[in-house]
């Protein structure tokens, strides 16, 4: 996962939709790896790794992994993570 657990926990604690897209907007900028750019890096690879699992799993009828699998199962979990080109340092944070 690309969350760190203190942040997963400090989410959870969030009351209004207006701060959880704060929380969010943070979270991308402190994994830009290019913060100088207008593009997230990070962000976008990410994005396009998601998709394509989403694309597979649409393709093989849910069943890529020989069980019932949806985008947020274990493998979907972890394919954006173990092939994501950037490491997952934070700037300032380590979990």
């Known amino acids: 996962m690309i969350v760190l657990s203190s942040e997963k926990r400090l989410f959870e604690k969030l009351k209004t939709d207006t701060e959880r897209r704060k929380f969010i907007e943070i979270f991308w900028k402190?994994?830009?790896?290019?913060?100088?750019?207008?593009?997230?890096?990070?962000?976008?690879?990410?994005?396009?790794?998601?998709?394509?699992?989403?694309?597979?799993?649409?393709?093989?009828?849910?069943?890529?992994?020989?069980k019932s699998s949806q985008h947020l199962n274990e493998?979907?979990?972890?394919?954006?993570?173990?092939?994501?080109?950037?490491?997952?340092?934070i700037k300032g944070k380590t979990d």
């Open 30 to 66: 402190r994994r830009d790896p290019n913060p100088e750019t207008s593009e997230d890096e990070f962000k976008e690879e990410f994005e396009k790794r998601k998709w394509e699992i989403l694309s597979i799993e649409e393709h093989s009828g849910g069943d890529r992994v020989g």
């Open 75 to 89: 493998g979907g979990r972890t394919y954006p993570e173990v092939v994501s080109p950037y490491d997952h340092q």
